[in-house]
């Protein structure tokens, strides 16, 4: 037999130094760390994030017991004040915080993998976790050590249950109450650590699970969370009837993700929902469970897993409504990783591994691992458009708050922050925006962005002449680069034109595609506008010469 081979025999029957495993996760993640960090730098505060920066400076104990689109974010919302009142915006160091939940979600994941399987194997299927672009919210975005910290804490509840004794049903209770105190995917491992308890008959250690869910359940009841109104954060509990089909999609994205097959040539991205490979693997994976249970049983602690991985499916399908919600959301991706790897560990563990199946066990994580760095470069496009969005639309918030008698929250197309977003305290710890000033020394497509927003929230547009106007002080637009262009008087103005004409409008930016209307000779039009703190005038642009414009009182 050659040395390769028997390498691979003793790393599969786990012969091999406690260290070397470790070592090699070490190195992994140590890569993973900075492929994340470069491949993110270009990244900025997501929606979720901005909205906490909005709160913090008057956070208090009843703000940080808020809900945040229906999920309790306790401990994410102290964590963000504490490190706005240190670091303040550096979002390196938010970005950091997410790496060390997904390093610490990892090496959790494998110290309770490897006692049940071989150290390699267990290796193998831990490595995908450092490194799944498939959920880049939550791998490279400030708030994704929200949801990598809540799993943490239910795997580490986990690896404190196998311990049987009370000193390890106190570390569970606490793991699972810091997760459920962080984000809402810690509750399934509640769920499940109470129906473990069950399966027992041990009366003594329900507690452990349940208690957790009823202060999670009293907190939503005291808090009126959402109710029934998913957009708010509530849940439609007749949704729970379509559980199959959302737990096989959200198997099917799962294992398509994992095994670094599921990729768009066409899109440089991840396949549609319900194409590719992913049916088939959710076939041959449930039909594989189902043989593993009626040839060999299922114990405890296999019935655990799968409670965890149906009371997250179950979570995710009640909350669907209101909000565009799939089961192969990238969102969901993360979450549902560890729960199907949870699952698939313990149904494959006392199962001897053939030379075949380990390495190729070993081969789909080196496919899933290119891939993912894959789509981490193919990413970066996306993530810089997402950062300069965001900004565009904190700066423009930020202006219309100045405006008299700004626009309601309705009419202000917001993509990148909430509804309830202040601009006044969003920027207590630092510019999230650009300075307007510096606008113009911008990327034009910047300012054409700040433009189009304020366009569209303050209604601007020519209106019907109704009074008289003098014409005495009318100035015909200047001819500049084959373009007719004239800064417009901030107490408004009446535009008349020699000949038909349609004309454009712009601030920050060059005035492209923002029309404000069309004059004639026989057509004068009123332009009204309501100005900010900020000096910059708005413009009118045409093509066609004779157009002017008479300034009004």
């Not at 994340?36 to 730098?41: D, K, M, T, V």
Request: proline share 6%; charged share 20%; glycine share 10%.
């Amino acid at each position: 037999m050659s040395p390769f081979r028997q390498r691979i025999d003793r790393l599969r029957q786990g012969e091999n130094s406690p260290r070397a495993p470790w070592l090699v996760l070490a190195g992994a993640m140590a890569l993973a760390s900075g492929f994340i960090l470069y491949y993110g730098r270009d990244g900025w505060f997501s929606i979720d994030e901005a909205q906490w920066i909005s709160d913090s400076p008057q956070l208090d104990l009843g703000g940080a017991l808020s809900p945040h689109v229906g999920h309790l974010v306790f401990i994410p919302r102290l964590v963000y004040k504490l490190m706005l009142e240190t670091v303040g915006i550096e979002y390196i160091a938010y970005r950091i915080l997410t790496l060390l939940a997904i390093l610490l979600c990892t090496a959790l994941f494998f110290t309770w993998a490897r006692r049940r399987l071989p150290d390699f194997v267990a290796l193998a299927f831990s490595l995908p976790i450092l490194l799944f672009a498939y959920d880049p919210l939550h791998l490279i975005a400030g708030n994704g050590f929200t949801v990598m910290l809540a799993l943490s804490f239910g795997i580490a509840a986990l690896l404190a249950w196998d311990r049987e004794d009370r000193t390890g049903d106190i570390w569970t209770f606490a793991f699972l109450v810091l997760g459920g105190l962080t984000y809402t995917v810690a509750l399934p491992f509640s769920v499940a650590i109470a129906f473990a308890a069950v399966l027992d008959r041990r009366r003594d250690r329900l507690w452990v699970g349940a208690v957790p869910i009823v202060l999670y359940l009293a907190w939503r009841t005291l808090g009126d969370v959402g109710a029934t109104d998913t957009a708010a954060g509530g849940g439609d509990l007749l949704n729970i009837l379509l559980l199959p089909a959302w737990s096989f999609g959200g198997i099917s994205g799962v294992l398509a993700s994992w095994s670094g097959l599921s990729y768009d040539f066409i899109r440089s991205g991840t396949m549609q929902p319900g194409t590719g490979i992913g049916p088939a693997l959710a076939v041959v994976a449930i039909a594989a469970l189902g043989w593993r249970i009626a040839t060999r049983g299922a114990g405890t602690k296999l019935w655990t897993v799968i409670a965890v991985a149906i009371a997250l499916f179950a979570a995710q399908t009640i909350a669907v409504g209101g909000i565009e919600r799939y089961p192969e959301m990238p969102r969901y991706m993360y979450p549902g990783l560890i729960v199907v790897f949870l699952v698939v560990v313990e149904a494959a563990s006392g199962f001897k591994w053939s030379r075949a199946a380990f390495i190729g066990l070993w081969l789909i994580t080196v496919i899933s691992l290119m891939t993912s760095f894959s789509l981490l470069r193919d990413q970066s496009e996306v993530r810089e458009w997402k950062a300069t969005q965001t900004r565009v639309e904190v700066t423009a918030v930020g202006l219309l708050d100045q405006t008299p008698n700004p626009p309601p929250v309705i009419r202000q197309r917001r993509r990148m922050l909430t509804d309830d977003f202040n601009p006044v305290t969003g920027s207590a710890y630092g510019a999230l925006g650009y300075d307007p000033a510096t606008l113009k020394d911008r990327d034009p497509d910047i300012g054409n962005a700040v433009d189009r927003f304020l366009f569209n929230a303050l209604k601007i547009g020519f209106q019907p002449v109704t009074g008289s106007f003098s014409r005495a002080d009318c100035r015909p637009l200047e001819a500049i680069g084959g373009r007719y262009r004239m800064w417009v008087p901030r107490g408004g103005a009446v535009v008349i034109g020699k000949q038909d004409a349609k004309v454009w409008i712009g601030r920050f930016g060059t005035g492209r595609k923002l029309r404000a209307g069309r004059v004639g000779p026989n057509s004068p039009q009123l332009l009204k506008l309501r100005y900010d703190g900020e000096p910059t005038p708005w413009f009118l642009k045409s093509k066609a010469p004779g157009v002017s414009v008479c300034p009004i009182d």
